[in-house]
């Protein structure tokens, strides 16, 4: 059995480490609420507008294609990766990654590149594939703008024919408890086949073609940051769970601990005692 002065010691250690996931927990749980109200307001405007999107441009003219509408063999294929900066966070990074091999591993006929978003995919992902980029400050200001920048970066290499499809790699947020892996064409624009050909009754204004090719590019950059979106708030839930369970865990050991201190306290104070009635009984 360990002595007193160790376990004093490791006492003191899973105490201080209860404290300081148990600060990173409130700090998580401050920060859900607000990225989980963003998204949940967020979600049905991206929806729509995707939705319409679909709708206008299964029913354009073949004369006149737009870029991003175009659906060409794939041989090439880029795969927007969006993890954390930061880990703790249970297996929220992990599980990206091994979506992102498995889709590696089940196409082994694509040429397949990564654009990362987040550092630990970064780090991870780097080694053994292709990056066409990487984007870690994302996160660091999460707004409209700095996601219409790494959107028209993948756009613009579309529209050159530098890759057949885009899609978006990400944790999807449910609950604070459960983030779904979630796999997203963002290029080409495919119409579903439901809305494809059906317009409803609208009347354009100035046109059809002109309302696409400017509603088009917005509705990608609106994909892509109501991706960032679902994986902010996934990221704050998971870490908040994780870090829950890691206070749990703290708690249990550190009671578990003490129990073991008392055991051995108790033993070294019945040896003193039992040390001192022998002396007195040898001296009398």
Do not use: W
Request: aromatic share 6%.
């Amino acid at each position: 059995m360990a002595n007193l002065k160790e376990i004093r010691s490791r006492i003191a250690s899973v105490s201080s480490t209860m404290q300081i996931t148990s600060a990173m927990k409130m700090v998580s749980a401050a920060k859900l609420k607000k990225a989980q109200d963003a998204i949940t307001a967020m979600r049905p405007y991206s929806d729509k507008l995707t939705e319409l999107i679909q709708n206008l441009s299964g029913s354009l003219d073949g004369d006149t294609p737009n870029p991003f509408t175009q659906v060409r063999p794939v041989k090439k294929t880029l795969l927007v990766v969006v993890t954390s900066n930061r880990g703790l966070c249970g297996g929220f990074n992990s599980s990206i990654v091994k979506a992102v091999q498995h889709y590696v591993k089940e196409h082994p006929e694509q040429d397949i590149h990564l654009l990362t978003l987040g550092k630990k995919g970064n780090d991870i992902l780097s080694k053994n594939s292709s990056l066409f980029g990487n984007n870690n400050q994302i996160f660091d200001d999460l707004t409209y703008s700095n996601a219409a920048e790494v959107a028209e970066e993948f756009m613009d290499a579309f529209a050159e024919q530098q890759f057949d499809v885009v899609k978006v790699i990400y944790n999807r947020f449910k609950n604070a408890a459960t983030q779904i892996v979630t796999t997203e064409t963002l290029l080409p624009v495919v119409p579903e086949e439901d809305v494809k050909g059906s317009t409803g009754d609208y009347i354009f204004e100035p046109d059809q073609d002109a309302i696409v090719n400017e509603l088009l590019p917005k509705s990608i950059k609106m994909q892509l940051f109501k991706a960032l979106r679902d994986s902010f708030a996934s990221e704050h839930g998971a870490r908040m769970t994780a870090m829950h369970k890691a206070t749990d865990n703290a708690t249990e050991l550190r009671d578990q601990l003490k129990l073991t201190y008392n055991k051995a306290r108790q033993a070294a104070i019945t040896n003193e005692i039992l040390e001192i009635v022998a002396g007195a009984e040898a001296l009398s």
